[in-house]
């Protein structure tokens, strides 16, 4: 069985960080590119970062680019998102998902909330 379970989520005040994680299992987790998305209150789902198999390449939307950091622990079944300066507008629902060749799978979502 497939599942992906996200974890870290929380209150955070402005400019400050979360270190967000997503543990797989039920797949060969590292033959498989992992992603963050997230969606905020009345918007559409968007990618945040993604990750190569192997960690060769990493890449960030705008808004994510020199605050947010995906990582992935292949041992460990595990990928990462350290974010950083965060601001009222990353408050979303993150998800993680996996995806090789048009197969895809997504966790359940953890809240991530910016206020003061």
Known sequence: QVKLVESGGGLVQPGGSLRLSCAASGFTFNIYSMS??????????ELVAAISSAARVTDYTDSAKGRFTISRDNAKNTVYLQMNDLKPEDTA??????????????GQGTQVTVSS
């Open 93 to 106: 629902v993150y998800y993680c998902k996996a995806v090789r060749r048009g197969e895809d799978y997504w």
């Open 36 to 45: 963050w998305y997230r969606q905020a209150p009345g918007k559409e789902r």
